[in-house]
């Protein structure tokens, strides 16, 4: 009875008529919580739309967020609980299922008369209002996945609701539908049925729902999947038109959902835009990640970016840990990187794990041993890409006791070439000392606005000057990023050997802005190829790489 009255209701026969802001934000802590508790089943039924084994994961940050913020909101009203989790589900949305889920969520929030209650159709048409937001959140929704069940689920909801006002037996009516509808999946979806699972997503809501229901009966529940995930995922396919899940924050943006769709359907599938002008969540599934943030940043501001590589995800999870560098000795790679338009390029060269500090920190020692004992191999070589970043890498790799290689780079261009220089079909020593030799072979440059004045040498630099700094000392300075890109450059390079120029440019520089430089550059510069990527990079205005 004290799960009842926490729920606030009006009690008659078992009947619920109305549910308060205490009463939902215990019933959803319930829901993500029984969710999270099977996280690992539904990774292991995760083979659509791809095979990456991530979805209970996915979900369960999703909603984990939200959860966080609801502990303390004991005296929120009902319309604060629903603004609360749905910024939240958008802002730490997860993977396919869930950024639909968080869509889910936000239909709640259409309902704008609610403020101190829930009745059973106001729940009715919330979830009727979010299935549309979800529908129209996909570019190309596909049957048989938690749309389906969230649709069908909504449909129960409201033809119940028409003529019934009992929350406690509408959740159940509505869970009955789910699972019947659940059940449903591996009829519309092949895949499914090629690999004997039903839709992870969708298997997700409704352990949502079995979450709310049994917290609101007072009941315990017990977890019935039992399945081996290795025999699941070896029926599907492993061949992947797009290799990456990409997902970040844009923010800042002075367009709107469709003209940001549009512009990214070019570069993948999967693809999901949702949110406004000023907080847009993207998901997509692409082989150029970094295009996709080079794309991304002419709009707005990325931030709160993730890249994983569903590929080796996939064959992680079939080859117990076996990655696809150097599968004989399975072997990790982790970086760290100064902007996500880097990140993506580390990882679009076989990176496994890519840490990315911030304005304020790089990052720590604790958060490199966290790499470190995540990593799906004991042997690790470990890219500091930052000599103030070398005596935590140090210190990490003493503190583990799995077996690190430390590739000394001291900056992102050495880092960058370095990797390339690995072989998969060399053993660990020979790759060290390629890599270790490569990394000797490039320049690092970099241009940013000095904040003070100053004087390096024979170089005054007045603030608010464009200044050139080559490994780390101030070279040049000038009023203006074309002058400070070509006087540097003419310092860097010294000698004919020098055969690409690739240029890094920042998040505060647009890409006019950077294809201006780019081109000035290469009028200047003949003889030598030009490269121009987002790198993202907070610290400065443009990194130059010369090899």
Not at 213 to 218: D, H, M, P, T
Not at 300 to 325: C, L, S, T, V, Y
Not at 457 to 474: A, P
Not at 520 to 531: C, G, K, M, T, W
Request: hydrophobic share 40%.
């Amino acid at each position: 009875m004290m799960i009842m009255r926490m729920c606030g209701y009006r009690k008659a026969a078992m009947s619920i008529s109305h549910c308060n802001g205490e009463g939902f934000r215990k019933a959803f802590m319930a829901g993500a919580s029984w969710l999270n508790e099977n996280k690992e089943i539904l990774n292991q039924l995760n083979v659509f739309p791809v095979p990456d084994g991530d979805t209970g994961l996915n979900m369960s940050l999703t909603l984990l967020s939200a959860t966080d913020k609801l502990e303390s909101m004991t005296d929120a009203s009902l319309k604060e609980i629903l603004e609360t989790v749905a910024r939240e589900t958008l802002m730490n949305a997860r993977g396919c299922s869930g950024v639909i889920f968080s869509q889910v969520i936000a239909g709640f929030t259409e309902l704008s008369y609610i403020n101190d209650k829930f009745t059973c159709f106001d729940i009715a048409r919330g979830l009727k209002l979010g299935t549309e937001k979800a529908y129209k959140a996909v570019t190309k929704p596909t049957e048989g996945t938690i749309l389906t069940v969230v649709k069908e689920s909504s449909d129960e909801a409201i033809k119940f609701a028409r003529n019934n006002n009992n929350i406690l037996k509408m959740l159940e009516v509505v869970l009955k539908r789910a699972k019947e509808s659940l059940d449903k999946t591996p009829e519309m979806l092949p895949i499914l049925a090629q690999a004997g699972v039903v839709d992870s997503g969708a298997q997700g809501f409704v352990y949502m729902l079995e979450g709310i229901l049994a917290f609101v009966k007072g009941d315990n529940l017990k977890t019935s999947y039992n399945l081996d995930p290795d025999l699941t995922h070896n029926k599907v396919p492993q061949n992947l038109e797009y290799r990456y899940c990409t997902e970040f924050l844009l923010t800042d943006s002075e367009e709107d959902i469709p003209f940001i769709r549009k512009k990214m359907t070019a570069f993948g599938d999967d693809l999901i835009v949702i949110g406004s002008r000023n907080m847009i969540r993207i998901h997509i599934h692409t082989n150029k990640p970094e295009k996709v943030l080079a794309m991304a940043h002419l709009h707005g501001k990325p931030i709160q970016i993730k890249i994983d590589d569903m590929q080796k995800q996939h064959r992680h999870i079939i080859n117990k840990a076996k990655e696809e560098f150097n599968t004989d000795r399975n072997i990790s790679i982790i970086a760290t990187a100064p902007g996500g338009g880097i990140k993506a390029i580390m990882i679009s060269l076989g990176t496994n794990t890519v840490l990315v500090g911030d304005k304020i920190r790089n990052p720590s020692v604790s958060e490199l041993i966290d790499a470190i004992e995540n990593a799906s191999n004991n042997n690790i070589i470990l890219f500091p890409n930052d000599k103030n970043i070398i005596p935590a890498v140090n210190q990490a790799s003493e503190i583990t006791d799995k077996n690190v290689k430390i590739i000394p780079t001291e900056n992102i261009s050495q880092g960058i070439t370095a990797l390339l220089a690995f072989k998969l079909n060399s053993d660990t020593d020979e790759n060290l000392k390629n890599m270790n030799e490569a990394k000797g072979y490039v320049k690092h440059g970099e241009i940013t606005q000095a904040n003070r004045d100053a004087q390096y040498g024979e170089v005054v630099v007045q603030k608010n000057d464009i200044i050139g700094l080559y490994d780390g000392s101030v070279r040049v300075s000038e009023k203006n990023y074309s002058d400070a890109f070509l006087q540097l450059i003419k310092y860097m390079i010294q000698d004919d050997e020098d055969e690409v120029i690739t240029i890094y440019y920042g998040e505060n520089i647009n890409s006019a802005e950077a294809k201006d430089i780019a081109d000035a550059v290469a009028s200047e510069f003949l003889e030598q190829d030009i490269e121009l990527h987002y790198g993202g990079q907070f610290y400065c205005s443009y990194i130059i790489s010369l090899e």
